[in-house]
């Protein structure tokens, strides 16, 4: 028996897929096809799309997350390592080659395999496991880690609240939870600018360097149906999760929510 069971909220007959609606039970799938095409060109695409400012942003989650040695740490939705591989370097950096410990979970196998293959590259063999699985019924126990972070990963679950019960499940009283995503622009003028950047922008180098178009449209899409600051951070508080707070990046391109588990 679980402390939160994932399956006694009613899964909604629909969600969004991008701009559509679609029934849920068939998002995942069509989640999981999207991220198995843009695989192989995922971080260049990052960079290509971000100008590289995704890094900073990332550096940015990892120094408030400020993983300590020995700590536990889940990264869901976590494709290709990003956000691990700084998780690990912080770890061992704070104890010059101690303990790390960060666990990768995502739903797609083709992102994982990317990652592996990124960590193989670096040398970044041990503390590091990578596990397929879904954000809304994890394949871990409750209470088992100190830390869970989601970057660019919940905006493509059919159920949030469901993956926040999951999160709030596997973390031990006072975990901490970390929530990277693009979020609502705090400048009317920018998010108008910033809009037309993604609605054009996303598709065409799509386009151009992974050769679909459509999956980028899909993420231009799914950035704007995502909930704001706001309606986010009351969502946590439903979970579970107390001293919500979140810090807008980038004018709220990106938002870094956090709470924690008590
Ligand atoms: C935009 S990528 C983000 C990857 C990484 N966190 C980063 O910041 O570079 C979104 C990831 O979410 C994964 N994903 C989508 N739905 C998921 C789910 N229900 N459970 C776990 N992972 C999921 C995708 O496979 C993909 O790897």
């Known amino acids: 028996m679980t402390e939160h069971d994932p399956s006694a909220s009613v899964r909604p007959a629909q969600a969004s897929f991008g701009f559509r609606d679609v029934p849920a039970s068939e998002k995942a799938g069509l989640v999981r096809q999207v991220f198995a095409s843009v695989a192989p060109r995922y971080d260049l695409m990052n960079d290509l799309m971000s100008g590289g400012v995704h890094r900073l942003w ?18 869901v939705a976590g494709g290709t390592g990003d956000i691990a591989f700084r998780l690990l370097a912080r ?29 193989v590259d670096r040398g970044l063999l041990d503390g590091l496991a990578w596990t397929t ?6 394949p871990f126990p409750d209470r088992s880690f100190d830390g869970y972070t989601i970057a660019f990963g919940l905006r493509n679950v059919t159920d949030i609240d469901k993956a926040l019960g999951e999160a709030h499940r596997v973390l031990r009283p006072g975990g901490r939870f970390y929530c990277l995503e693009f979020s609502k622009v705090t400048s009317a003028p920018l998010g108008r600018l910033y809009d037309a ?16 178009a459509e999956s980028y449209r899909y993420l231009h899409e799914s950035i704007r149906r995502f909930p704001p600051q706001r309606d986010l951070a009351a969502r946590l508080r439903k979970a579970g999760f107390v001293n919500v707070t979140w810090r807008d990046m980038t004018l709220g391109v990106v938002a870094l929510h956090s709470g924690w588990r008590i």
């Open 91 to 119: 770890q061992i950096g704070a104890t010059g080659g101690g303990r790390a410990d960060v666990t990768v979970c995502d739903i797609n196998p083709a992102m994982l395999s990317v990652g592996r293959d990124r960590a």
């Open 197 to 212: 950047y993604s609605e054009r922008a996303l598709p065409f180098f799509g386009r151009l360097v992974a050769r679909d």
């Open 58 to 75: 990332k550096n940015a989650l990892v120094d408030v997350a400020n993983p300590r040695p020995g700590e536990r740490f889940l990264d």
């Open 133 to 138: 699985g879904d954000a809304e019924a994890l």
